[in-house]
Nanobody, 114 residues
Framework: QVQLVESGGGLVQSGGSLRLSCAAS????????MAWHRQVPGKQRELVAR???????LYADAVKGRFTISRDNAKNTVYLQMNSLKPEDTAVYYC????????WGQGTQVTVSS
């Protein structure tokens, strides 16, 4: 079973930036699409951004223009560069394949203070 390990979260002031990383085990990484999701307590997990195996990207309206998803197939890693962070971006961030059929990792907490 593929393991996903998210990292890079933290506490940042409004307007700040963070770069999240998601390392995936296994040999299929380069041929699968990957996505970042986020979840706040009491709410459903929501899609933030996705990237296909070919590098095509798609973003949720709430993060468009502020977040950038990218991938490094040599490192089996997908990234999420988050700029101009807002308090409403506060959540636990998770990655998964497209569709999200891997076991979810522990996520990484992002907290944006106002």
């Amino acid at each position: 079973q593929v393991q996903l390990v998210e990292s890079g979260g933290g506490l940042v002031q409004s307007g700040g930036s963070l770069r999240l990383s998601c390392a995936a085990s296994g040999s299929m990484f380069s041929i699968i699409g990957m996505a970042w999701h986020r979840q706040v307590p009491g709410k459903q997990r929501e899609l933030v951004a996705r990237i296909t195996a070919g590098g095509n990207t798609l973003y949720a309206d709430a993060v468009k223009g502020r977040f950038t998803i990218s991938r490094d197939n040599a490192k089996n890693t997908v990234y999420l560069q988050m700029n101009s962070l807002k308090p409403e971006d506060t959540a636990v961030y998770y990655c998964n394949k497209i569709p999200a059929t891997y076991n979810w990792g522990q996520g990484t907490q992002v907290t944006v203070s106002s």
